[in-house]
Each structure stands twice: as structure tokens, then as C-alpha cells.
């Protein structure tokens, strides 16, 4: 019997120091960000368009990092690899809504750009990426909100600008606590905050095929070069 409780102990004692160190400094590990797209963007009416895809790598390679101060969770750090899984929703928007997209990685490879035959280039840019982390404790309710703002320009085949649109949303995410396990969770791994920011994500990018399809600018410039 000694000999059980010692092993008990001792497993106790291991599963205390990987929260420990886990926890210690109020890293958690980084938001696991998994956005899909809109459903309603696989039914859109392509436009009749070749283009370009550049996304800034100041968007691109965007992680942002959060703080979140709680009496019971204490000081912990959250980090939100944001710029990758928006950049793969906008090149996959891209396919649904062009004839043809290709990722450009800059926009000064004018081979590149000439041997596509591309009708234009589509760039994109982050403007702004507000996240706020609260918890609700009369609930036991974990909210996530998250103000995401891009830049979007078109450019004719020589890099004129044709249009440009700013677009911002807001997302808002929950994770709620209804057993004693979920709270134990929540004190090793952090509350679940990728609800807000995969809501940011999916708005931001199906807004952008929206002010896409409904331009004028790049309506107008497709009937011109067309006739």
C-alpha cells in the first residue's frame, strides 16, 4: 500500500511541475488559428479576371501577443499567429472569386508578372488588429473580441491604382466553463480565445470579395481592357 501511494504521490508530484513550468512565466501555448471560408464564396459568379496576389509580409508573418490579468488565472500571455492562416483565407477567396490567381511574393518581378498575362494585381495590407481577452466570472464565461482592419488595392497591369478599399470587422469569440474538468483546463492551458480571431478572419475576407465583386472601378477598368 505504501509502495501505491508513493507511485500516486509521485505521479502528483510530476503532472504539478509540467503545469509549473508550463504556466510559470504566463506563456501559454501560441492560439491554435483554424478560420475557414465562408461557405457562401465557393457559389460566387467568378470575375472574368487573371490576378495577382500580394500580400504584405507585415501581414503575412503577423503574431500578436495579448496579456490577460486574472485573480484566479493570475498574468498569462497569449499569442495569436494571425498572419498565416489570413493570408491562406484571402489567396483561397482569391480562387473562388478570379479566373485565375497566382501568389506573387513582390511586385517587382516583372517577368513574372508579364508571362502570367495577369489583368491585374490585388494587393493587401494590415491596417489594424485589436484583440481584447476578458473573463466573466458570474458565468465562468470567457470572451474574446477581435477589431480586424486590412487595405486592400487593385492595380491595373502596370501598377496603377484602379480602386482601394479599407475593410474592418469586428469578431467575437466564447469559451465557457460548465464542469470542474473544463476549470482545471483552463488553469494549465488558458481560456480558448481562437473563436474571436477565426470570426475576424472569415468576416474580413468574405467583406473583401464583397467590396470586390461590387466595384465599379474594377467593372469599369474589365470592360476596357476587354474591348
Given amino acids: 500500500m505504501q509502495s501505491q501511494n508513493f507511485i500516486f504521490l509521485k505521479i502528483c508530484l510530476l503532472l504539478f511541475v509540467i503545469a509549473f513550468n508550463g504556466c510559470i512565466d504566463g506563456t501559454r501555448p501560441p492560439v491554435r488559428i483554424t478560420s475557414e471560408l465562408d461557405k457562401r464564396l465557393y457559389q460566387v459568379t467568378q470575375l472574368p479576371l ?3 496576389i500580394y500580400i504584405d509580409p507585415s501581414l503575412r508573418n503577423h503574431v500578436q501577443e495579448e496579456w490577460l490579468r486574472h485573480y484566479i488565472y493570475g498574468v498569462n500571455r497569449f499569442i495569436f499567429p494571425i498572419g498565416k492562416p489570413l493570408s491562406s483565407n484571402i489567396e483561397e477567396m482569391s480562387r ?3 479566373k485565375k490567381a497566382i501568389t506573387l511574393n513582390n511586385l517587382q518581378d516583372k517577368e513574372l508578372i508579364g508571362s502570367e498575362g495577369l489583368d491585374g494585381i490585388l494587393t493587401i495590407g494590415l491596417k489594424e ?3 481584447v481577452l476578458t473573463i466573466e466570472e458570474s458565468v465562468w ?3 474574446g473580441q477581435h477589431k480586424l482592419t486590412i487595405i486592400a488595392t487593385f492595380l491595373d497591369s502596370k501598377q496603377n491604382k484602379i480602386w482601394e478599399s479599407v475593410v474592418s470587422v469586428e469578431g467575437k469569440g466564447f ?7 473544463e476549470h482545471e483546463w483552463w488553469v494549465i492551458s488558458g481560456p480558448n480565445f481562437a473563436h474571436a480571431v477565426n470570426d475576424a478572419i472569415q468576416k474580413v475576407t468574405y467583406e473583401l470579395a464583397q467590396k470586390l465583386i461590387a466595384s465599379k472601378e474594377i467593372s469599369e477598368y474589365f470592360y476596357r481592357q476587354k474591348s
Avoid at 175 to 181: A, E, G, L
Fill in 141 to 143: 464565461r470567457a470572451i
Fill in 175 to 181: 469559451d465557457f466553463v460548465t464542469s470542474q474538468v
Fill in 50 to 52: 487573371n490576378v495577382g
Fill in 129 to 131: 488588429s485589436v484583440i
Fill in 96 to 98: 473562388c472569386l478570379f
